[in-house]
C-alpha cells in the first residue's frame, strides 16, 4: 500500500491528460498537476520560496542538508550544520527544472534556514534567511545569558538578508537587519539578536518593504511576538516600524506580509498554544500601527499570500493534521472574507507532519505554480509542486 502512495501524483496527473482536462477542486480553481521540483535521496530538502523573474524563468530557493536518515541516524533534523541556501531554476513554465541546485549563501557560522525570496520591481532579488550553530553542548553555558537553543547544542545566530543584482547568478551579502527592543536573546559572541522570520516580505506600491519579524519577548512562558520592520533603500537597512501581534499566552512567530490595493499591510501570522488556528492582523495606516489579531478560523501554517491578475490573493498553507497536505483559499481584493472563502485542498497525501511551507507565483493569466517541500509515506524530503489553473472573476 506504501508504495502506492509515492504513485499517486503521477497517476492523478495522467488520469487528467487522458480525461483532457484538469481536477476541479471548487469551481473556478482547476489542479492540473502535481510534480517534484527537486529530489535526492542523500538530501533532505525543506522551506521553499518562489519567484517568477522578467523573462519568465521560475526560481525555486529552499535549504537543503544532508539527509541523516540516509547516513543511518534515527531522524531528519530541521538543525544542521550543513544546512545552505540552494536554487532551481526552470525556463518552461515549471514544466522542467535545473537537476543540480545552485548555491546561494553558506553562514560561515551554522547552517541556515528557509531561504525567503522577493523580487523587487527592478528585477533585485533579495533572499531572506537566519542560522544556527552547532556546537558541543558543554560549550554553551559559557557563552552566557540569554542564548537561544533549539535543543542542546544548537544556539540561534539571527537573522539576515542576501542580494542578487544578475538573477540570482552571484549573491551579495550578508545585510544584518537590526536588533529590536522586545527580544530578549543575545548570539553566541554575547550580541544582541539581529531579527529574524521566516516567510514572504512585500514591496509596497511606495517602494518600501514590509518584513514581519520575530521576537523572543518573554523566557517564562517561552513565546515569541510579531513585529513589522521596514525598508526604504530595497533592502540594505531596516528600521522597527510597530508591534503587529503580542500575547500574554499566544505565541506568534512564522510570519508573511501583504499590502492591498486598498494600502492596507496585512499579516498572516503562524501561531502556537491557540490550537493551531492561522490568525491575521492589519494596519490601515501604512504599518505604523495595527488593528488587534484575529483568528482566522482554520487551522494551517504557515501562511503566504501572491495576488492573482484579478486583483485577488491566493493564501497558500500547510495542514499538518490528518490527512496531511497542502490547502489554499481565494480571498477578495482587501483580503477581508478569510472566515467564509472556501477551502481548497491542494494535497491530502502527505505521509507525515513533516511537510508544508507552501509558496506561490502566479505562471500566466491562469496558472498558479505553488510550490513547497512533502514526503510520501515517510518517504525522502523533496520539494514539490502543484500547478492549478484560476478562472479570473
Known sequence: MSSLR??????IALAAALSGGAAELVPGVRKVSDSILYQESRFYATFPSVVKRPDGELLVAFRRAPSRVALREKTES??????????VR???????????PELVYAHAFGGSQDPCLLQLRDGTLLCSSYGWAVMKPEAVPLLGPRVNQNRPGAVFLGGYLVRSSDGGRSWQGPIYPPHIPPE???????????AYNRGALYEGKSGRIFWVVAAMDTEKPRKTSNHLLVSDDRGT??????????????????????ETPQGDVVAFLRTANFEDQACIARSTDGGKTFQPWQGMGFKGHPLQATRLPDQR????????????????????????????????????DGGTTDIGYPWSVVVDARRVLVVYYFNLANGPRHIAGTMLEIDPK
Open 6 to 11: 509515492f504513485l499517486l501524483p503521477a497517476v
Open 78 to 87: 530541521h538543525i544542521d550544520p550543513n544546512s545552505y541556501l540552494v536554487l
Open 90 to 100: 526552470s525556463r518552461d513554465g515549471g514544466a522542467t527544472w535545473t537537476k543540480e
Open 184 to 194: 530578549i536573546n543575545h548570539d553566541p559572541y554575547g550580541r544582541p539578536l539581529p
Open 237 to 258: 537597512t531596516w528600521r522597527y516600524s510597530a508591534p503587529v501581534a503580542v500575547d500574554a499566552k499566544v505565541t506568534f512567530n512564522e510570519a508573511s506580509a501583504y
Open 313 to 348: 490573493v491566493l493564501l497558500v498553507y500547510g495542514y499538518r493534521h490528518k490527512p496531511y497536505g497542502i490547502r489554499a483559499r481565494i480571498l477578495n481584493a482587501e483580503c477581508t472574507d478569510y472566515a467564509t472563502a472556501p477551502e481548497i485542498v491542494l494535497r491530502e
